[in-house]
C-alpha cells in the first residue's frame, strides 16, 4: 500500500537524516519511482520529501545549539549547509530567530516533529466514484511537453496557460466543431512520468470515434495536431465541483490520502485524463479519470 511505503519512507530519512540524500534515493528504498514518490508523499504529507528533511534538520540543530557547545559553523556543515551564512539565512526563515539567538534563553523556536501516518476513516465525509473500463481509445490533441517537477506544484500555472493560449490563438474551437453537437467534450490528458525522463506530455484534445469527422481531422494533423491513444485501462473516476482547477488538485490529494489506502487501488501506469463536458452538470468543473490497479 503506498501510504505504507510513505511511512517506510519517512523512517528511512530518519535514519539518514544527517546524511547526504535526496529523494529519489529515498523512493529507491521503499521501491518507488521518483516521481511517484514526490507526487504521493507530497499530497499525503502536505509538503515535498525535500521541505520534510529541511524542517526536521533545522528543528534537530535548534535543539543542539541549545544543549551543547557546537559552534554555528559546525551546526551548518553537520545539517546539510554549505556556508555558516546559508544555515543562517534558512534557520532565522524557519524558527523567527538566528542561531546565536537560539542559544540565549526564552528564544522562540519551532518544534517539527517526526511524521507518522496514520490512515483514519472521518465521518461526514463522502468521497463519490465509480470505477469503468476504457479499451484503447484515439483522441486528436494538441500536445506540449513540461518538466516533471510542475506536476505537482500548486504554485506552477504551465498547464493552465497552455489551455488559455491554445484558447487566445483560436486552436481549441476548430478541433471541437468535429464533434457532433452536444458530444464536444475536451479531454486534458497527462501522460505517465517516467523517471528515465525530465518532461512529460499534456494534451488539450476530443476523443476520436464515430461522432466524429475522422476524414477533416487529418488536415488538423497536417498543422501540429497529434494524435494521443491509450492503453485499455480500468478506472476511477471522480467528479471534481468547483469554479476552478483548485477542486482538481484537491480530489488528486483525496485519491491518495483516502481513496487508495481504503479501496486498495493504486493509480497504474497509464495516462489519466480531464473531461470537460460541454453539457455538464451544474457546478461541474470536470471528471477526473484515474487508471488504477490492484496493489
Known sequence: MSIQLIQQ??????????????????????????YNFHRIF????????GEYLRKRRLTLAAQELQKTDISIIEAAYKYGYETPESFSKAFARFHGSTPKQARQKGAKLHLFSPLVIKIIMEGGRIMDYRMERRESQRFLTLVRAFPNEIINDDA?????????????????????QLRIPGKRDLYGLCSPVKDSESHFNYGI????????????AEQFMENGYSIWETEPADYAVFKCFGPDGG??????????REFSPQTGYEQAEASDYEVYYENGESGLFCELWIPVKCN
Do not use: Q
Not at 205 to 216: H, R, S
Not at 247 to 256: A, K, P, Q, V
Open 9 to 34: 519512507a519517512i523512517f528511512y530519512m530518519e535514519k539518514h537524516i544527517l546524511e547526504d540524500i535526496t529523494y529519489t534515493e529515498v523512493a529507491k528504498s521503499v521501491y518507488m519511482s521518483s
Open 42 to 49: 507530497s499530497f499525503i504529507t502536505g509538503m515535498t520529501a
Open 156 to 176: 506552477d500555472y504551465s498547464i493552465s496557460d497552455f489551455w488559455e493560449e491554445c484558447f487566445g490563438k483560436n486552436l481549441i474551437e476548430p478541433m471541437k
Open 205 to 216: 484534445g476530443i476523443v476520436l470515434d464515430e461522432d466524429t469527422d475522422t476524414a477533416k
Open 247 to 256: 477542486c482538481l488538485s484537491e480530489t488528486w490529494s483525496r485519491f491518495f
